[in-house]
């Protein structure tokens, strides 16, 4: 069982810049994804970045050269910096780790940004 937790939403004018954190309580495997998706009301929750334990990323084409992941050495943390942010980012951001046939969730954290 992992455990992640996420913080470091809130609410940011247009333009500005939030930086997302997530903790795992563990890194089950040595091979592992981590990665952040988004949902907004409404809508199905979709990627919005993916990066594996051997560093390779990817990126929703909506925030490509705004958000940038990243993991610590250990890899039980997950960063999203995101830069130039725009209403339609607007959205609960959730936290994913998947190991193996194993696929855990983050509680999600709210990211508002005003126009």
């Known amino acids: 069982q992992v455990q992640l937790v996420e913080s470091g939403g809130g609410l940011v004018q247009a333009g500005g810049s939030l930086r997302l954190s997530c903790v795992a309580s563990?890194?089950?495997?040595?091979?592992?994804?981590m990665g952040w998706y988004r949902q907004a009301p409404g809508k199905q929750r979709e990627l919005v970045a993916s990066?594996?334990?051997?560093?390779?990323?990817r990126y929703a084409d909506s925030v490509k050269g705004r958000f940038t992941i990243s993991t610590d050495n250990a890899k039980i943390t997950v960063y999203l910096q995101m830069n130039s942010l725009k209403p339609e980012d607007t959205s609960v951001y959730y936290c994913?780790?998947?190991?193996?046939?194993?696929?855990?969730w983050g509680q999600g954290t709210q990211v508002t940004v005003s126009s």
């Open positions: 563990r890194n089950m495997f040595r091979l592992n994804t």
């Open positions: 990066i594996t334990s051997g560093g390779f990323t």
């Open positions: 994913n780790y998947v190991a193996g046939p194993y696929t855990y």
